[in-house]
């Protein structure tokens, strides 16, 4: 064969080969209509090809049309605008068919009704493609998604990839997309279509991470006539409230957690998720018992019943510390229930020691109840500092106005170990028993003390006074009144009871009763407690325990100052009408009007 005829056949076929590899502009009907018929009849998805149709053969047979819309005939899913392109198999192409093994969207704009896809039947859908060949890949690059029924949930920069290459395999799927400006990934997800519309358990696995999250499950899927899933699952955020406040998630306490992981065995349905034994770490602590989510309520409902050997409770009462400025007075910032009642929640908790700041509780038994505006809180029971304690706690918001409300009562507890641990100075020993309750409201935490409202009362016996020795002290005001005021401070004074009982009305308590008798000397308490100001005025009257009744008390101290900084110091004025040489100088009687005081009066 000659050169020549050589060098034209391989023109020739170069020729084919460029034509076979360059894409072909189609016109509108042909190649788009046959198209259209295929989606149709095999995925069930209307096709509107509104752009131009370009046909390759080479490297492989393939087809792209440009400003396509996608849509199921209910309208629960559309994808708009952007390219899509496709491989075709070689062998119905032969034979004049088009039949897609690869689809590409890009730069389309998707939109959904969350309630719509609902309420499309898969299982009939599967079904009726788990016979046919089928697309073995879905890619979706730089696209976005729009909900019609889920404004929060708009997705950006879609990337994602679906693929099935044959029914023997599971469906797997991957991708991210921007949601709040920040990344969530799909890092894994897979279940066999086939065995689900044929109304099989289907395995499937699933991992889902966002900016301070991550979500793992696998296990078993149904479809049918009701969805479920069963399985095993871990959910982890580095922080709640980070995670709230990003997402926009509503749960209870949200605004308040940190560290949170949730794992165990779990069942959901349409109606209900639950964990049957779960292990929950908050923070350093390690919850475990049952847990469950409703969806089938206005609002999800979460319930569950947990126990802990240690449980910091710190979190959830820390709103409280911010109750005062830093200069100490009451703060006049709203207070705002909303952050912490976004989702109903029904808890029973229990610990074997639990702590909230730098109380402790031992053997504790207590439920959390949340509600829209309103949180409820009560200890069944708990030991607290070798006593008991009960007691109750509630928050609701309406108009505007929080409503505070709190009682409890509490019993044989070592007053000097609680008052140390709250870090105050042990000047009281002795074991405690009394009750209280408190009743405020106002749109900030000055509000509520302004108007604040209770009663208390509390019995110290078999205790000391640790500072002050009021026998001595009495025996020096016997002796010299005037140096007894000099040297008053040191040793102790043991009781056998000391009372008080403390009446509050619009912020002031008042003293209505305070008794402390001990074997030599006995006092009495009268005075206010200023909660809007944070400071007492108290006066202590004491005598000796056999003083006759009605008598003035021998010594009188006053008690004042603020909550943080009391100073107790004795009255001047008592000490030196006790003095024989200073009494003249404070007269008992008054000059009548009009007649003169005399200048000096000897005795």
Same mark, same amino acid.
């Given at each position: ?27 509108? !009907? ?360 009960? !007691? ?20 044989? @507890? ?15 020993? !002795? ?70 009982? @403390?009446?509050?009305?619009?912020? @002031? ?95």
């Amino acid at each position: 064969m000659s050169r020549r005829v050589v060098f034209l056949i391989a023109l020739i076929s170069l020729a084919v080969l460029g034509t076979a590899a360059s894409p072909w502009t189609l016109p509108g !009907g042909g190649l788009s209509a046959e198209l259209k018929e295929h989606v149709r009849s095999r995925y069930g998805l209307d096709l509107t090809v509104r752009g131009r149709s370009t046909f390759a053969v080479l490297p492989i047979p393939r087809v792209k049309f440009e400003n396509v819309a996608l849509e199921f005939p209910n309208g629960a899913l559309k994808a708009e605008g952007g390219i899509l392109r496709g491989e075709l198999r070689i062998l119905p192409l032969l034979f004049g068919r088009v039949d897609l093994s690869d689809f590409d969207l890009t730069e389309t704009r998707i939109t959904a009704s969350a309630q719509k896809l609902q309420a499309v039947k898969w299982t009939e859908i599967f079904k009726d493609r788990a016979t046919e060949t089928h697309a073995r890949r879905l890619v979706v690059t730089k696209s976005s998604v729009r909900w019609t029924d889920l404004k929060s949930a708009h997705l950006d920069d879609l990337n994602a990839i679906i693929r099935w290459v044959d029914p023997s395999e599971p469906m797997t799927m991957s991708g991210s997309a921007q949601w709040r400006d920040e990344v969530v990934s799909l890092e894994q997800a897979s279940f066999f279509p086939d065995l689900l519309a044929a109304n099989k358990i289907s395995p499937f696995s699933l991992t889902l991470s966002a900016p301070g999250a991550r979500l793992t499950a696998e296990g078993e899927a149904h479809l049918g006539d009701g969805p479920s899933l069963t399985g095993e699952s871990t959910i982890k955020t580095a922080s709640v409230r980070d995670f709230t406040r990003w997402s926009g998630m509503d749960l209870p306490f949200g605004s308040l957690l940190r560290a949170l992981s949730i794992s165990g065995d779990f069942s959901m349905d349409r109606r209900r998720l639950s964990w049957p034994a779960v292990s929950i770490a908050l923070g350093s602590d390690t919850l475990e018992g049952t847990l469950g989510v409703r969806f089938d309520t206005e609002r999800p409902v979460v319930t569950g019943t947990l126990a802990a050997d240690t449980l910091n409770l710190s979190d959830l009462f820390a709103p409280f510390n911010q109750t005062r400025t830093s200069s100490g007075a009451w703060s006049e910032e709203t207070i705002d229930l909303a952050g912490a009642t976004g989702a109903d929640l029904d808890l029973r908790l229990s610990a074997s020691s639990a702590s909230v700041g730098r109380l402790s509780l031992d053997d504790m038994a207590a439920s959390v109840l949340v509600q829209p505006g309103r949180i409820e809180a009560s200890i069944g029971r708990a030991d607290f500092y070798d006593g008991t304690l009960k !007691g109750r706690l509630s928050l609701a918001a309406q108009d505007g106005l929080v409503d505070f409300k709190s009682q409890g009562t509490f019993s044989g @507890v070592k007053i000097a170990t609680f008052l140390a641990a709250v870090g105050e100075p042990r000047w009281i020993t !002795g074991r405690a028993q009394g009750q209280f309750s408190f009743d405020g409201e106002g749109r900030n935490p000055a509000d509520v003390i302004r108007q604040a409202a209770g009663r208390s009362s509390v019995e110290i016996t078999d205790g000391e006074l640790v500072g002050i020795n009021l026998e001595d002290a009495l025996r020096r005001v016997d002796k010299r009144p005037l140096l007894a005021s000099l040297n008053w401070k040191g040793g102790r004074t043991p009781f056998s009871k000391a009372e008080a009982q @403390v009446m509050m009305r619009d912020g @002031v308590g008042e003293i209505v009763e305070g008794k402390l008798k001990g074997p030599a000397v006995q006092a009495d308490l009268r005075g206010q407690v200023l909660m809007v100001d944070r400071t007492l005025q108290v006066t202590a009257g004491v005598a000796a325990v056999d003083a006759p009744a009605g008598q003035a008390p021998a010594l009188a101290f006053d008690v004042t100052g603020d909550w943080d900084n009391v100073a107790i110091s004795p009255q001047v004025r008592s000490l030196i009408e006790r003095s024989g040489a200073a009494k003249p100088l404070f007269p008992s009687q008054r000059v009548p009007a009009g007649e003169q005081r005399p200048q000096a009066t000897a005795q």
